[in-house]
């Protein structure tokens, strides 16, 4: 999986079982870069929420995660951190934006 800026647009390619797949690099959940999260066994995880995206088609196959560190925090953070997992679950995941495919002469061509 590798991310690259094509004609402007930050794109994420992913070879896999069918072949090379580009998705618009931008996570559903919260736009972060979905470049420096990890493809394994078929799907993409966002790095920032743990969010999980079929890496064929792009589709949402895990929702995103909060996960509150083992470590005893003050009770204001908390606090904040409750809140904001509230903010996060209304934030509703899309599925990756796919962009069309061609493998020409040993060139990847992305059409964005």
Excluded at 13 to 21: A, D, E, N, T, Y
């Amino acid at each position: 999986m590798k991310g690259v800026d094509l004609a402007g647009a930050k794109v994420v390619l992913v070879h896999g079982p069918s072949g090379i797949r580009a998705f618009e690099d931008r996570c559903g959940h919260m736009s972060a870069p979905i470049s420096i999260g990890s493809l394994k066994s078929g799907v993409i995880k966002c790095a920032l929420h743990a969010a999980v995206f079929d890496a064929e088609t792009g589709a949402v196959r895990g929702q995103p995660q909060m996960h509150m560190p083992a470590v005893q925090l003050p009770p204001e953070m908390m606090e904040a951190m409750a809140a904001m997992g509230q903010i996060m679950a209304q934030i509703r995941c899309e599925p990756l934006r796919p962009f069309p495919v061609a493998v020409e002469s040993g060139q990847v061509m992305v059409y964005v």
